[in-house]
DNA sequence: GCCTCATCAGTTGTCTGATGACTGCGCAAT
DNA sequence: ATTGCGCAGTCATCAGACAACTGATGAGGC
């Protein structure tokens, strides 16, 4: 009985949207014009057009003044992270395993290719890091400032943008993630130091071996900490 | 003098966009009334409405029936893959990296948590490409669905949505690059099932490195093909 | 004093009808 | 065969009205 939850425009639009995944309207195809659409779903045009507002925003479909609408081939899946799901402790959980992935990789990657300009710039991040009091104070934003800099070193541009699509997630603002973080001790901060000067050391070194493995290890520890976290809840 | 080329929506949606990430409208603020919108810009309400839509279909702003239109902390900056990005050879390259870091963790896990499901599932893919004909007939279907039944099963969400997400990348359609893609011999192809069989095994006997150590193997193999391709043209 | 609830103003959601602008196609003139 | 024109189909925009929802205010009962 919770019709009014969503907007007309957007059951249509998820209703299209459905029938165009499923293949209803194949690429290229041309839509029903704005009037039959309106027959079908016994809506006003408003709605019609809102709703295809928002499939055009989603590179479902293209207008075509005077012409038509068509299905478009969508390139883009958008991986996306909504508020919800990263509202949930698990799925947070498993964003970091999938940031593990990608990071352990980027470690190797910035060990073979980090220019001398890179080098300096995760170098200078580190150093910031090593006054402990500072650390304290932005824990979070200097560790992932830490991460994104070897992604850059990378040389992999998708690497960079990946952890740049989940730096929100990471440098939560909400209350209820932080209350569901892991509470930061001093001795906490200097293991993380260390852990970041293994990795450093492993770069600057080119060894991508080792770089690898100290990134697994870094980012293992901070995983089995969420994991007590969420047993405990 | 090309004014006609976007549509009125789009344009203000654009500069409320603009407005927004500039921080003219804080988090948690709301935004005009429509009909001051509709003074602001000079427009109907209709086209200010189908910009809103837009803005919420990405995120941006939530509307609250009866009360008003509220910027979003918007936590996607959607990690997308655009049209001329995918083409660009060498792009496409650096995706396959981090596929590469992405599937390697997935094979690690789907080896330590796959249920018997998971397993049937990876089995069945992997059996319909023994038949060397059938792989012949869509090697790139074939494997990519290895390959996602392999994601699914590590039990993590997003490493299943990050296949979803450059599924359509990997199984390319345009003709550009077909045509830039290596070769696919009957060689080739008994040596991407040899390379499955030892992903498979490793992962039905719970070796997780085994796994790791198989997929990575598996997919650099695929990469220097690629970088053959890059530096031949 | 405090709680309950009806009312009201403000805002978004939806509907309707009309007009403008653009495109593709056929047809006529050359 | 080519060119140009007009027409029908369709999307884009406008204008106005009403419906539905929310939050605040204030009246009334306890």
Same mark, same amino acid.
């Given at each position: 009985m919770r019709k009014r939850r969503d907007s007309l425009a957007s059951v249509v639009a998820k209703d299209l949207a459905e029938r165009i995944e499923r293949g209803d309207y194949a690429v290229g195809d041309k839509i029903p014009i704005e009037a039959q659409l309106c027959e079908m779903f016994n809506v006003s045009r408003t709605v019609v057009r809102e709703a295809i507002a928002t499939l055009r925003s989603e590179g479902l479909v293209t207008s075509?003044? +005077?012409? +038509?609408?068509f299905v478009e081939e969508r390139a883009n899946p958008a991986l996306s992270i909504t508020k919800e799901a990263a509202g949930e402790l698990s799925e947070v959980l &498993?964003?970091? &395993?999938?940031?593990? +992935?990608? =990071?352990? =990789?980027?470690? +190797?990657?910035?060990?073979?290719?980090?220019? &001398?300009?890179?080098?300096?710039?995760i170098r200078?991040?580190?150093?910031?890091?090593? $006054?402990? $009091?500072?650390?304290a104070e932005q824990p979070r934003e200097l560790d992932y400032a830490f991460h994104l800099a070897i992604a850059r070193a990378s040389g992999n541009g998708w690497m960079a943008k990946f952890m740049d699509f989940i730096g929100p997630v990471i440098i939560p603002r909400s209350q209820l993630l932080h209350a569901s973080q892991p509470e930061i001790t001093r001795d906490y901060l200097r293991q993380m130091v260390d852990e970041h000067r293994r990795i450093l050391d492993a770069i600057a070194a080119g060894d991508a071996v080792a770089a690898q493995e100290a990134m697994r290890m870094h980012l293992s520890t901070s995983l089995d900490r969420y994991r007590k976290r969420l047993v405990e809840s």
């Open positions: 075509r003044h +005077g012409v +038509g609408v &498993e964003l970091l &395993e999938l940031r593990l +992935g990608v =990071e352990v =990789e980027a470690a +190797g990657l910035a060990a073979r290719r980090a220019t &001398e300009d890179d080098l300096r710039a200078d991040v580190f150093d910031k890091a090593c $006054d402990l $009091d500072a650390f």
